[in-house]
């Protein structure tokens, strides 16, 4: 049995290679950039994994559903409402269903569990915590939501830092402790470290079971040098003062990480890594093609066996 730690689009890829290769798969999702939208509840990391799992993921954008069309976003912008953030029409039926199920007291591992069945998923889908965790960036504009930052001002502002709203009095989903206790192996995804497994790691009574586990929790660098596969991670790294290479987001999980998979051509980092008191991996970890998730995915299974 394995346990994923994962945020969106950078993770689902891996996801996907793993789940190809392993039958019991459970898979832990970032919360922090849920936003309420329009009086709909938005989870776009839950909906990547829950898309990408079931084949329906729009692989060029990275999120949302393939095909979709915007119809209802196009009527919101006539109507003078803000439309920064486009939500598909098929989307929004997901975010329609687990809004209505929500008001009518359902837990969001509830809506996610439905959503799951519905789409026959083998693997295991869990948020992180039920209630709600929100990723805010403090920028030269001001304090705003994740999305807001990313979406709306496209990650322009400056970031002075990161918090994660509500994480100290939220719980983790009880499935998740027993999930990482029960597991062969943990494996931290590559994914943006502050905002897709930040607000995983900021839920103490989770944090604590994976240091408990240290041993069996293998990361994989969303870092190739300085680079990060996509997204702001290095811009969000820096304003934590983290160093901009997989030294810093090794120093970011060394609490909890006990191995580290970087790529071959990031040998050079490799005795600092160890330093922290991990195992390095060295391999081949970019993902372009469905073939690259299966080999990476079975890289990291054979490790694990070793
Ligand atoms: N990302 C964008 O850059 N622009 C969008 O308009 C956008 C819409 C969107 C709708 C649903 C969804 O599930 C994700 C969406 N994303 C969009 C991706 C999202 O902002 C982030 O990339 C993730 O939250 C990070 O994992």
Do not use: R
């Given at each position: 049995m394995i346990t994923i730690l994962a945020g969106g689009t950078g993770s689902v890829k891996l996801i996907r290679g793993l789940s190809k290769l392993s039958e019991d798969m459970t898979i832990i999702s970032n919360v922090g950039d849920n936003i309420w939208l329009y009086g709909l509840y938005v989870c776009p990391d839950i909906d990547t994994i829950l898309y990408g799992l079931a084949g329906v993921l729009d692989e060029r954008r990275g999120?949302?559903?393939?095909?979709?069309?915007?119809e209802c976003l196009a009527q919101l912008k006539k109507l003078g409402?803000?439309?920064?953030f486009s939500l598909g029409d098929r989307d929004i039926a997901t975010h329609l269903l687990r809004t209505s199920m929500i008001k009518s007291g359902k837990s969001l591992l509830e809506v996610t569990t439905l959503m799951r069945d519905r789409y026959s998923i083998a693997a295991k889908v869990i948020p992180a915590a039920d209630s709600e965790v929100t990723t805010r960036i403090m920028t030269g504009r001001g304090e705003m939501h994740l999305q807001e930052f990313w979406v709306k001002y496209r990650g322009t502002p400056k970031v002075t830092g990161v918090r994660y709203d509500g994480a100290d009095k939220a719980v983790a989903n009880q499935d998740v402790i027993v999930a990482i206790r029960n597991s062969d192996a943990v494996i931290v995804a590559p994914?943006?470290?502050?905002?897709s497994i930040g607000p995983i790691i900021a839920l103490a009574d989770l944090r604590q079971e994976l240091m408990q586990n240290r041993e069996k929790v293998i990361a994989v660098s969303p870092l190739i040098g300085g680079k990060a596969?996509?997204?702001p991670a290095v811009k969000y790294m820096k304003a934590l003062g983290l160093e901009s290479s997989p030294v810093g987001v090794a120093q970011y999980y060394r609490d909890f990480v006990g191995k580290f998979v970087i790529s071959r051509g990031d040998h050079r980092f490799a005795s600092r890594i160890e330093a922290l008191n991990m195992r390095v991996y060295e391999t081949?970890?970019?993902?372009?093609g469905k073939q690259d998730e299966v080999r990476l995915a079975g890289d990291i299974l054979n490790r694990i066996k070793k």
């Open positions: 999120w949302g559903i393939k095909g979709d069309s915007f409402a803000p439309a920064w994914a943006n470290p502050v905002s596969f996509n997204g081949n970890i970019t993902m372009k």
